[in-house]
């Protein structure tokens, strides 16, 4: 195992990156994980530690600071801690967004140099993360080595999939992988819920249909979040408000819907000025462009702007969501139809 002894970075790391050098034995002394994908963050946290500590330190010298609740001088002093001779720490510090730019500069500076027997990993939930642009960004990127975890591609859920169902010993009919791709819409936790709940239903042996998939995975917030969109663009005004008030009392995430209802917009401009749409959403098309005689391209083109706008306050956290999604269907539903 080697660890680089120097703190300065200015290049990006893709996660598949970082896990080939992680199980190289090449590890950096500090890390900045960020991007929509929690659950990949998370996962990534524990990757890292598994690889950097020894079986018998892993229980004792994995230490989760959260940094919504910790001061930054508590932050310093626990980073003031090195470890004991022949021991390896890994500290990870979830929320560091919030601290302050002086607190960040403290908290820099003690890590610098590294020590070769602690990795530090800083991290940011994707509501929170800071724009690449600010001054935050710059300079955590200047010192740590920066990993932006994003949404699967399609062929990365694709062959999570196939892996998952054939070590199952199921199969699945071609038009049921693209509705559970279009699902999981990238999401790395999602797509280990729902296909947990697959591999209980369907016995060895068996094939996964559409009629499976919406049944098995009745409860996942996409369908409703689909359904949503549809109401929307059907300018349903009474179900659309009574639908946001359930999905969020259901504990879903109003950036998770935003997502959804910023893809389906772009995918109503896309067919509505004849562009193709991306593969594991082309069966969709028909559809999309029944719904997009609604609208103009002017009136599609501020949907998508709006729901940027959207994302933007809700990252601030100013309002409570439910107001800001409730508003942003009312915008969305304004103006009258076209068709």
């Not at 979040?225 to 504990?251: C, S, W, Y």
């Not at 107001?323 to 304004?334: D, F, V």
Request: aromatic letters at 10%; a positive charge.
């Amino acid at each position: 195992m080697t660890l680089s002894s120097s703190c300065w970075y200015t290049t990006g790391m893709t996660p598949q990156q970082l896990f080939s050098e992680i199980s190289a034995g090449d590890f950096k002394p500090l890390y900045y994980f960020y991007g929509s994908e929690d659950y990949r963050i998370v996962e990534a946290q524990r990757f890292v530690a598994r690889q950097f500590l020894p079986e018998k330190q892993a229980s004792v010298n994995f230490c989760k600071i959260d940094g919504k609740k910790t001061r930054c001088t508590d932050l310093l002093a626990q980073l003031s801690v090195y470890p004991m001779l022949g021991e390896r720490q890994v500290f990870v510090v979830s929320d560091f967004q919030r601290y302050k730019p002086t607190e960040v500069d403290r908290v820099l500076k003690m890590l610098d140099p590294a020590d070769p027997n602690r990795i530090v990993i800083l991290s940011s939930p994707g509501s929170k993360t800071p724009k690449k642009t600010s001054a935050f960004f710059k300079k955590v990127g200047q010192a740590a080595q920066a990993i932006e975890f994003g949404r699967l591609t399609r062929a990365e859920t694709a062959a999570l999939i196939k892996r998952k169902l054939s070590k199952a010993e199921l199969n699945a009919e071609p038009e049921a992988m693209d509705t559970l791709i279009e699902l999981i819409a990238g999401n790395r936790g999602a797509l280990e819920v729902e296909l947990d709940k697959i591999v209980d239903y369907l016995e060895p042996g068996g094939t996964l249909t559409v009629r499976d998939v919406r049944t098995i995975t009745a409860g996942y917030q996409v369908f409703s979040i689909f359904e949503l969109a549809d109401e929307i663009v059907d300018r349903n005004q009474a179900r659309v408000l009574q639908h946001i008030r359930t999905l969020l009392a259901e504990g879903n995430s109003p950036t998770g819907a935003l997502y959804f209802l910023g893809q389906h917009f772009v995918s109503l401009y896309l067919v509505k000025n004849g562009k193709s749409l991306e593969p594991y959403r082309r069966w969709l098309a028909p559809k999309f462009r029944r719904q997009a005689e609604g609208f103009d391209n002017r009136q599609l083109e501020n949907a998508i702007l709006e729901v940027a706008r959207v994302d933007a306050a809700l990252r601030r956290g100013r309002q409570k969501p439910q107001l800001i999604l409730e508003q942003l269907a009312l915008n969305l539903m304004s103006g009258p139809q076209t068709a």
